[in-house]
């Protein structure tokens, strides 16, 4: 547990330098601890750090932790097929990968008849541009969005992108810089959209990300490794 605490400290501290260098308040970041292959022991140990919103990229493998883990909020990173959004919609207070109509429409049928409160979701953007990568293409997103958010059981609160894989963290900025460009011309397009948050960095580049003007960091091996 040691090791835990000594982890969420340093990359506590690593987002609230970030933030000042970007003249950004550290608490508009939401640190969001990745716990795929995590088990539910270590995942204990980060809640008694203080850590209370969990991260998961498989429905399968969230099942047991989140009936074991009590008192914090899940989020979906990973993607979701559609046979498995009833149960993601039970398991997770956000889903952070919605990248089509059929999937966005989906949630939206489940959520209504489930609870009648709209699910919180993101949109996963492709900002890589590499094919296997999921997410919408960057010009595709206005459409999928202009017709996502009629949607009556669909709350769509931002955007979230991976970077590819670079030699230095640094070379991953502008692709963060893109996504915060297209939420902000979005923004200013379709008003009636929410789209507060951007969900981008990972253990290799979330101070860049801060930097840039993320909200949600998605952080797994700083934290448990
Ligand atoms: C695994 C994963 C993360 C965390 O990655 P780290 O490099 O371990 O910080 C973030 N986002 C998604 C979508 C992931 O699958």
Redesign the pocket.
């Known amino acids: 547990m040691a090791d835990i605490a000594t982890n969420v400290a340093r990359v506590r501290a690593r987002i609230a330098e970030a933030a000042a260098r970007g003249g950004r308040r550290p608490e508009d970041v939401l640190l969001v601890a990745?716990t795929?292959t995590v088990g539910v022991d270590r995942i204990r140990d980060a809640v008694a750090c203080g850590l209370r919103v969990f991260?998961e990229?498989r429905v399968q493998e969230a099942r047991e932790k989140v009936r074991e883990v009590d008192g914090v909020s899940w989020h979906l990173?990973?993607s979701l097929q559609r046979n498995k959004v009833r149960e993601a919609l039970r398991l997770f207070d956000l889903i952070h990968s919605v990248d089509s109509l059929p999937l966005a429409e989906e949630i939206s049928r489940r959520a209504s008849a489930a609870s009648g409160r709209p699910a919180e979701v993101l949109i996963q953007v492709n900002i890589s541009g590499e094919p296997q990568k999921h997410g919408v293409a960057p010009e595709a997103v206005g459409e999928l969005l202009a017709r996502a958010i009629r949607l009556p059981g669909l709350r769509i609160r931002g955007l979230m992108g991976?970077a590819p894989i670079v030699p230095r963290a640094e070379d991953a900025r502008p692709f963060f810089r893109r996504l915060r460009d297209l939420r902000d011309r979005l923004r200013d397009a379709l008003p009636e959209a929410q789209l507060e948050h951007l969900s981008m960095g990972?253990?290799?580049d979330f101070e860049v990300a801060v930097e840039e003007g993320s909200t949600m960091v998605?952080?797994?091996?700083?934290l448990f490794t």
Do not use: E, F, Q, S
């Open positions: 990745v795929k991260g990229n990173v990973g991976i990972m253990t290799d998605r952080i797994g091996r700083a």
